[in-house]
């Protein structure tokens, strides 16, 4: 019998393979995030990072993101989302993307990049904003770094609300099994939904 899980799955690679229109450097697509902490609006670059803004919205369009968590949150750094259920679940993703740090857009206050592993090219769904410049994570020569693809303009106060929470360790089901995480929220920060948006610039 087809699970649920595996409907989600399909439902989403028909999404991504849907999601091959290219944006015009001048289009700003903006994404809503309506989290139980606040509203979050983010401004997308698809001039300096379409792939990864192609990507990024094919999750939003499949409703990936929704009833998913921040679950790392540190204070003076960064919020990062985008890849477990409030059960604790990591969520199924598809395939990686391909790095584009090397725009050169710059991980300063406000902006929002893609969170990998190790290997530069293993982007999928997750993603973090940063609460401050942390210009260490950008991309130089010889150095891979992480791509920034849009920036908040509207919700800073929620994304350093967001940084306050009181965190510690958790449990998580992963693909490999379960495996501690460490800087979680105690008291879950939800993204209810993620949507597209028509806000005024």
């Given at each position: 019998m087809m699970t649920r899980r595996f409907y989600l799955s399909f439902a989403l690679l028909l999404t991504l393979v849907a999601s091959t229109t290219t944006l015009a450097k001048d289009d700003f697509p903006i994404v809503r995030l309506d989290t139980s902490a606040g509203i979050i609006d983010i401004k997308l670059f698809p001039g300096k990072a379409p792939k990864t803004v192609e990507n990024f919205l094919a999750y939003v369009d499949a409703g990936f993101y929704d009833d998913t968590i921040f679950h790392r949150v540190i204070d003076n750094f960064m919020v990062q989302g985008g890849g477990f259920t409030t059960g604790f679940v990591e969520k199924e993703t598809q395939a990686p993307i391909a790095n584009e740090s090397i725009n050169k857009l710059h991980n300063i206050r406000g902006t929002?990049?893609?969170?990998?592993?190790?290997?530069?090219?293993?982007?999928?769904?997750?993603?973090?904003?940063?609460?401050?410049s942390n210009l260490r994570l950008d991309w130089s020569p010889g150095q891979p770094g992480y791509a920034v693809f849009g920036e908040v303009i509207r919700g800073m106060g929620v994304i350093d609300f967001i940084a306050t929470a009181e965190t510690g360790t958790q449990n998580f089901e992963t693909a490999a099994g379960v495996r501690p995480f460490r800087d979680v929220p105690i008291e879950?920060?939800?993204?209810?939904?993620?949507?597209r948006h028509k806000a005024a610039l």
């Open positions: 929002v990049a893609m969170a990998r592993t190790n290997d530069p090219d293993s982007a999928t769904a997750q993603f973090f904003i940063n609460q401050r879950s920060v939800v993204i209810k939904t993620a949507t």
